[in-house]
């Protein structure tokens, strides 16, 4: 799934998508313009939420992309949220998603942040042995607070190295292989401020491969046996994480949200039965591949390069500032030519962003028809992770957010201003 559900080629011959032409929208509200598809969302959302049925709970990763106007739409299609931020955690509340269905994550959360979400009334995912002292401090006498902990199971998924979380070097989470996560569940345990709901787990992002969700499982589920056969205990939840990777490209072919969540179901179930323990709700956290294929972004060509025997250059109104992840991670994207998507290519080009770095590059060697300055490019597939890493880097502002739905397009999220990048600094 490279487009949003509703993409089509229109009568003009034109990208469409939610029913709105990809040129206009580009003439109104200029560009780099980022365009959320309303269906797809809904689609994405709809399809983990029914997979999953009464078996446990389907959280947005919030990081993937937040917007008021997205996370409505999250919390109608039955989604909790989970956050990892003061500014997520707030944003959620403004927008009117209810406290009692955010968790909060994060691996150095301060005493701050962790009074803003008990206030709030989230589940608090405990990720250090800090936690437990910032806790006994910020959560009232008499009160217990809703608590996971977030295990690391030892499992490398086969993703890129910057965005694998599960396996033993990490920042994040107690390590059962080192036993910190039986120790960390002791103090969980005795803990006056805590009631140790469930175990949290996350082994990384942008997976196709679901081998390491079962492997991962199978660990937690190891681990589970002895809390229970040495202290009792055995956890209401049982955190799974996200990590569902999405098609970039046409020769991309990820698992459904589907494939995901009955995966890990059956593994659940299946390791459980086996064991002889009781089977906990399963926590399911999805980010990018519910934003990710929603979103595209439109940008206008503007100067071209030609080194002859060597490279075509054409440079874009975006880049690195909006866009980091190719630089980041190595990402790769296709790109379309707006105006007549499926014209024969001419030949290779790479589509350079406007920010002052030579590494500043979005697609290398793209096939596009032959495009002039004023063309408008359109690169799919870009809803997670893009905007919510967006800078200011150079002085330049960040896009304008629309979401579009039935011919209609409403403004999420407005275009910066020059006195919008001066508006915290002192004169």
């Known amino acids: 799934m490279l487009f949003p559900i509703t993409y089509r080629v229109n009568q003009r011959g034109h990208m469409e998508v939610g029913g709105c032409d990809l040129l206009d929208l580009a003439a109104k509200h200029g560009t780099p313009l980022y365009v959320y598809d309303e269906d797809t969302v809904r689609q994405r959302a709809a399809e983990f939420v029914s997979a999953m049925g009464d078996a446990g709970d389907v959280l947005y990763s919030a990081k993937a992309f937040a917007s008021p106007a997205f996370l409505r739409v999250i919390a109608e299609e039955g989604l909790g949220?989970?956050?990892?931020?003061?500014?997520?955690?707030?944003?959620?509340?403004?927008?009117?998603?209810?406290?009692d269905r955010i968790y909060f994550l994060g691996n150095n959360k301060s005493a701050a942040e962790l009074e803003m979400a008990v206030g709030a009334g989230c589940t608090i995912v405990i990720d250090g042995g800090y936690e437990f002292e910032l806790l006994g401090r910020v959560v009232p006498e008499g009160r217990?607070?809703?608590a996971e902990l977030r295990i690391s199971p030892g499992v490398k998924p086969d993703t890129h190295d910057f965005i694998s979380t599960g396996q033993l070097d990490s920042k994040f989470g107690?390590?059962?292989?080192?036993?910190?996560?039986?120790?960390?569940v002791e103090e969980a345990l005795r803990h006056p401020r805590l009631e140790l709901v469930g175990l949290h787990s996350h082994i990384g992002?942008?997976?196709?491969?679901?081998?390491?969700?079962?492997a991962a499982m199978e660990v937690m589920l190891d681990f589970l046996v002895e809390l229970k056969r040495d202290l009792g205990y055995q956890?209401?939840?049982?955190?799974?994480?996200?990590?569902?990777?999405?098609?970039?490209?046409?020769?991309?072919d990820p698992p459904t949200p589907r494939d995901f969540v009955e995966t890990l179901r059956g593994a659940l179930d299946t390791g459980t039965a086996r064991r002889g323990l009781a089977t906990p709700r399963l926590v399911v956290e999805p980010g990018r591949s519910i934003a990710g294929p929603a979103?595209?972004?439109?940008?206008?060509?503007?100067?071209?390069?030609d080194i002859p025997g060597v490279r075509r250059y054409v440079a874009v109104d975006g880049g690195m500032g909006d866009n980091i992840r190719p630089k980041l991670y190595g990402a790769r994207y296709e790109?379309?030519?707006?105006a007549d998507p499926e014209a024969a290519p001419a030949g290779k080009v790479t589509i350079a962003g406007k920010y002052c770095e030579s590494t500043d590059i979005l697609i290398t060697d793209a096939e596009l028809p032959p495009v002039a300055p004023g063309d408008i490019l359109c690169l799919?597939?870009?809803?997670?992770?893009?905007?919510?890493m967006a800078s200011n880097y150079n002085g330049m502002t960040r896009p304008e957010v629309v979401m579009v739905r039935d011919g209609a397009a409403r403004v999420m999220r407005r275009r910066e201003t020059l006195e919008d990048l001066v508006r915290t600094e002192v004169f």
């Open 81 to 99: 949220l989970d956050v990892v931020s003061a500014g997520e955690l707030d944003l959620a509340l403004r927008s009117g998603f209810p406290g």
């Open 295 to 305: 979103g595209v972004t439109l940008y206008t060509a503007g100067s071209i390069k």
């Open 144 to 146: 217990r607070v809703r």
């Open 235 to 252: 956890p209401g939840t049982l955190g799974a994480g996200g990590g569902l990777g999405i098609a970039y490209t046409r020769s991309d």
């Open 205 to 214: 992002s942008q997976i196709f491969d679901l081998g390491g969700h079962r």
């Open 335 to 338: 790109v379309l030519k707006a």
């Open 380 to 388: 799919p597939a870009t809803g997670a992770y893009c905007l919510a």
């Open 174 to 184: 107690f390590s059962i292989e080192s036993g910190q996560a039986r120790s960390a």
